[in-house]
């Protein structure tokens, strides 16, 4: 597992950055000067006026601080309007519908008329800048253009995940006071229409702020409008809705967006990102750690629910110039084929996923990626947790056929773009390695009392200080901002993540501090154990949680799903646990190994452990399940519990 791939010389000819000696040198100015350094950075944005400085302390010990305050901006602008000169015929978004069956291209040009047009109808229905937006849909064009047009007049968008709950709707709503809903009448999911409406009515039940709900038509139900109900396209194609709308100009430290953080918190976590540092912290981490080129398709398999969907299906890649690949489905429907005919229809260069979906894809073997072409690639990302090295190979060498670097990048929603994260052209890539800060990020790995960790390792990952991308407070919570991400390290940012760096200066995220199992007194990272079990041939996917022991206090249950035509046995089992012993030490062998069929997971692909938490100490306290896409393996895994 420690072998190290180095910088294809084809790929670092074209790279932004073709050496480790060019990024250690541009690294260093970022830190040593980060004033200048970002302002230099900056002008690869629009600006209508260019910002004098870049970051100020207004309150240290409060942690209130600004990026380029004095700059004002329109992010819809940078992302649409700047390119119509010279690029308004190339493609900014192909569309494909959950089934495969409908394709759709939109070009720069089209685009500006759109988010115009749709920035009219807001607003004619009285919403302006600094109000809120609340936006629920699936994975179809019109969310792109609704978010787009939010940040073109000022409105700061609150988009909600489709596929949340009626309580967790009203929450986010509510919480977010927003002005205006825009939904559809549904959405599909494995081939089944969804009907959002009977969830959003009851949703909006006793809301004292929504004045307009504006209806997108995407599975045709048969609808009656209510008062102050509108349908999308009647809206958009009105004689009355002109194709010109002018950008607001915004202040750099005017609110974006909102994003909830879903969990098990009494109220909301609204993550407030704003306008000028945001945008410039993911224009440049998608340009240089994807090192994208004009001429390049992106394909993004994340939800724009997610912060990965605003910063890299949005924001980034369309400051960038980018042709972005947008899915409405899931990589197995209509089978596990999906991701690599659009890849192979679309001549995809650049495809970026969660390590859940490369080894949920894994299962299913090597067969089905050889009946398509995927020459076209040239990078592969990761995204959502760290990927283990068995997936990183299996990826590497199958998808990439052995040629494309893989970007591991490790962020947060909180920091609104990639923190760490390879430079293609210039690393060597190690399997599990998030490998180094991007430019102005200073990170250290600490033990509980303060103390620099010694190399490899473990301990709490912190960055020194502020960057442009990060959030600026909890919104309408300050102090929980500072409760949760300050208090911990005087005056360091805390991530929540363990991490530990080797002898080249290259990080190794290990994941979340509560993903650590105190056995007899021994800290254990869940997710080590889970990469030991993947690294076996017979294992498909794992998760290891704790369960109560009468003698080592807590011990770890790991659910496993087999890969094609394996078979469970008594003799599989202990092999198992000998392989956990062998790869970590017998310290880490797994008192209880259960075989699944499927794991509780979002639609992303990502693994929802406390629910199998719960499970493994036989309670029912599941915390909230609205991104559970597949409910009903709460049953099945519990009625074969060990």
Same mark, same amino acid.
């Given at each position: 597992?420690s072998?190290e791939?180095?910088?294809d010389?084809?790929?670092?000819e074209?790279a932004?950055?073709?050496s480790?000696e060019e990024y250690?040198?541009?690294y260093?100015r970022?830190?040593?000067d980060p004033?200048?350094?970002?302002?230099?950075?900056?002008?690869d944005?629009?600006?209508?006026?260019?910002?004098?400085?870049?970051?100020?302390w207004?309150?240290?010990?409060?942690?209130?601080f600004?990026?380029?305050?004095?700059?004002t901006?329109?992010?819809?602008?940078?992302c649409?309007d700047?390119?119509l000169?010279?690029?308004?015929?190339?493609?900014?978004?192909?569309?494909i519908?959950?089934?495969?069956?409908?394709?759709?291209?939109i070009?720069?040009?089209q685009?500006?008329e759109?988010?115009?047009?749709f920035?009219n109808?807001?607003?004619s229905?009285?919403v302006k800048?600094?109000?809120r937006?609340s936006i629920?849909?699936?994975?179809i064009?019109e969310?792109?253009i609704?978010?787009?047009?939010c940040?073109?007049?000022?409105a700061?968008?609150?988009?909600i995940f489709? &596929?949340?709950?009626?309580p967790t /709707?009203? !929450?986010?709503i509510d919480f977010a @006071?927003s002005k205006?809903? #825009?939904? *559809?009448?549904g959405?599909?999911?494995? &081939?089944?229409?969804?009907n959002f /409406?009977? !969830?959003?009515?009851?949703?909006? @039940?006793g809301?004292?702020? #929504?004045? *307009?709900k504006?209806?997108?038509r995407?599975?045709n139900?048969?609808l009656?409008?209510?008062?102050n109900?509108y349908?999308?396209?009647?809206e958009?194609n009105?004689e009355n809705?002109s194709?010109?709308?002018?950008?607001?100009t915004m202040k750099?430290e005017?609110?974006l967006?909102?994003l909830?953080n879903?969990?098990?918190v009494?109220?909301?976590?609204?993550?407030?990102?704003?306008?000028?540092g945001?945008?410039?912290?993911?224009?440049?981490?998608f340009k240089?750690?994807?090192d994208?080129?004009?001429?390049?398709?992106?394909f993004c398999?994340a939800?724009?629910g997610w912060i990965t969907?605003?910063?890299?299906?949005i924001?980034?890649p369309?400051?960038?110039l980018?042709?972005?690949?947008?899915f409405e489905?899931?990589?197995t429907?209509?089978?596990?084929?999906?991701y690599?005919?659009?890849i192979?229809d679309h001549?995809?260069?650049i495809f970026?996923?969660a390590p859940?979906?490369?080894?949920s894809?894994?299962?299913?073997?090597?067969?089905?990626l050889k009946?398509y072409n995927l020459e076209?690639?040239k990078?592969?990302?990761?995204?959502?947790?760290p990927?283990?090295?068995?997936a990183?190979?299996w990826?590497?060498?199958n998808?990439?056929n052995?040629k494309?670097p893989?970007?591991?990048t490790?962020w947060?929603?909180?920091?609104?773009?990639f923190?760490i994260a390879p430079?293609?052209?210039a690393?060597?890539?190690?399997p599990?390695f998030a490998?180094?800060?991007?430019f102005g990020i200073?990170a250290?790995i600490?033990?509980?009392d303060?103390s620099?960790?010694?190399?490899d390792?473990?301990a709490?990952?912190?960055?020194k200080?502020?960057?442009?991308g990060?959030m600026?407070t909890i919104?309408?919570?300050?102090?929980?901002f500072?409760?949760?991400?300050?208090?911990k390290?005087k005056?360091?940012?805390?991530c929540?993540?363990r991490?530990?760096?080797?002898k080249?200066?290259?990080?190794?995220?290990i994941g979340?501090?509560?993903d650590?199992i105190?056995?007899?007194?021994h800290?254990?990272?869940?997710?080590e154990?889970?990469?030991?079990?993947v690294?076996?041939?017979?294992?498909?996917e794992a998760a290891?949680v704790?369960?109560?022991?009468?003698?080592?206090g807590?011990?770890m249950?790991?659910f496993i799903?087999?890969?094609?035509g394996?078979?469970?046995?008594?003799?599989?089992?202990e092999?198992?646990r000998?392989?956990?012993?062998k790869?970590?030490?017998p310290i880490a062998?797994?008192?209880k190994?259960?075989?699944v069929?499927?794991?509780?997971?979002?639609?992303s692909?990502?693994?929802i452990?406390?629910?199998?938490?719960?499970?493994?100490?036989?309670?029912?306290?599941y915390?909230?399940?609205?991104?559970?896409?597949n409910?009903?393996?709460?049953?099945q895994i519990?009625?074969?519990?060990l």
């Amino acid at each position: 597992m420690s072998k190290e791939y180095p910088p294809d010389k084809n790929f670092s000819e074209k790279a932004y950055v073709k050496s480790v000696e060019e990024y250690y040198e541009i690294y260093k100015r970022s830190i040593e000067d980060p004033n200048t350094f970002w302002l230099e950075k900056a002008k690869d944005l629009d600006w209508i006026k260019f910002p004098t400085k870049s970051f100020n302390w207004i309150n240290k010990d409060r942690k209130v601080f600004s990026w380029f305050e004095d700059g004002t901006i329109n992010a819809c602008y940078n992302c649409v309007d700047r390119h119509l000169k010279e690029d308004s015929e190339k493609t900014a978004l192909t569309w494909i519908s959950h089934d495969l069956k409908e394709t759709k291209k939109i070009n720069y040009k089209q685009l500006h008329e759109l988010v115009s047009k749709f920035s009219n109808v807001l607003k004619s229905k009285g919403v302006k800048k600094g109000d809120r937006v609340s936006i629920y849909l699936p994975m179809i064009p019109e969310l792109i253009i609704a978010v787009l047009s939010c940040a073109r007049i000022g409105a700061v968008h609150s988009v909600i995940f489709a &596929g949340y709950s009626v309580p967790t /709707i009203k !929450d986010r709503i509510d919480f977010a @006071e927003s002005k205006l809903l #825009i939904t *559809s009448d549904g959405s599909y999911r494995n &081939g089944k229409v969804i009907n959002f /409406i009977e !969830d959003i009515n009851l949703a909006l @039940e006793g809301n004292p702020t #929504i004045e *307009s709900k504006i209806i997108i038509r995407r599975v045709n139900l048969d609808l009656q409008l209510k008062e102050n109900e509108y349908f999308w396209d009647q809206e958009i194609n009105s004689e009355n809705i002109s194709k010109d709308c002018d950008c607001e100009t915004m202040k750099a430290e005017d609110p974006l967006f909102i994003l909830f953080n879903s969990g098990t918190v009494e109220k909301p976590k609204g993550t407030l990102h704003t306008t000028g540092g945001y945008l410039l912290y993911v224009n440049q981490t998608f340009k240089y750690n994807f090192d994208y080129h004009k001429s390049d398709v992106y394909f993004c398999t994340a939800d724009i629910g997610w912060i990965t969907g605003h910063s890299y299906m949005i924001y980034g890649p369309l400051s960038n110039l980018a042709n972005v690949i947008m899915f409405e489905g899931i990589p197995t429907y209509p089978d596990n084929e999906s991701y690599w005919k659009i890849i192979q229809d679309h001549k995809v260069n650049i495809f970026y996923t969660a390590p859940t979906v490369v080894r949920s894809l894994m299962r299913f073997g090597k067969e089905p990626l050889k009946k398509y072409n995927l020459e076209s690639l040239k990078l592969l990302g990761s995204v959502g947790e760290p990927i283990n090295p068995e997936a990183w190979f299996w990826y590497y060498e199958n998808v990439g056929n052995g040629k494309c670097p893989i970007v591991d990048t490790w962020w947060q929603t909180e920091s609104g773009g990639f923190l760490i994260a390879p430079f293609p052209g210039a690393f060597n890539l190690k399997p599990g390695f998030a490998t180094k800060p991007f430019f102005g990020i200073e990170a250290e790995i600490l033990r509980d009392d303060f103390s620099k960790a010694e190399i490899d390792e473990p301990a709490n990952i912190v960055i020194k200080k502020p960057w442009p991308g990060m959030m600026r407070t909890i919104y309408k919570d300050h102090q929980l901002f500072l409760d949760i991400y300050w208090s911990k390290f005087k005056d360091y940012y805390f991530c929540g993540d363990r991490a530990k760096v080797d002898k080249d200066g290259d990080y190794f995220i290990i994941g979340r501090l509560d993903d650590v199992i105190k056995v007899s007194g021994h800290r254990i990272g869940a997710s080590e154990v889970e990469s030991a079990l993947v690294s076996n041939k017979n294992v498909g996917e794992a998760a290891v949680v704790p369960f109560l022991h009468k003698i080592k206090g807590q011990a770890m249950y790991a659910f496993i799903i087999l890969r094609e035509g394996i078979v469970i046995s008594d003799n599989l089992v202990e092999e198992l646990r000998e392989h956990v012993s062998k790869e970590i030490g017998p310290i880490a062998k797994p008192d209880k190994i259960q075989v699944v069929k499927a794991l509780p997971k979002t639609s992303s692909g990502k693994i929802i452990r406390r629910i199998l938490r719960a499970i493994a100490y036989d309670s029912e306290d599941y915390g909230d399940l609205s991104t559970l896409v597949n409910p009903e393996t709460i049953e099945q895994i519990k009625l074969k519990k060990l």
